[in-house]
């Protein structure tokens, strides 16, 4: 059920990145929460989404990031124990 959930708001974000660039408005970011970043970055990766190596950030979060056409990306981010 989470794999067709994601993979309907892949499908949006494809569909609604594509409709803008041809209308003349960019899309600049879209961020996903996810509980698993391993896991969610595997079904992206499925869909078709080129995702990048995550990183992490001082304040717990580390994030993946795929491009969305020109300049515009696509961000999973969870939280991390810092420990």
Do not use: C
Request: glycine letters at 10%.
């Amino acid at each position: 059920m989470a794999t067709m959930h994601t993979a309907g708001i892949a499908a949006a974000l494809f569909f609604a990145n594509t409709l803008a660039q041809s209308s003349g408005v960019k899309l600049d970011q879209v961020i996903i929460a996810a509980r698993d970043l391993d896991a969610a970055k595997r079904v992206y990766s499925w869909l078709g989404f080129a995702m990048n190596e995550a990183g992490r950030h001082p304040g717990g979060t580390q994030n993946s990031a795929a491009r969305l056409g020109e300049g515009g990306y696509l961000e999973l981010i969870t939280l991390y124990d810092p420990s």
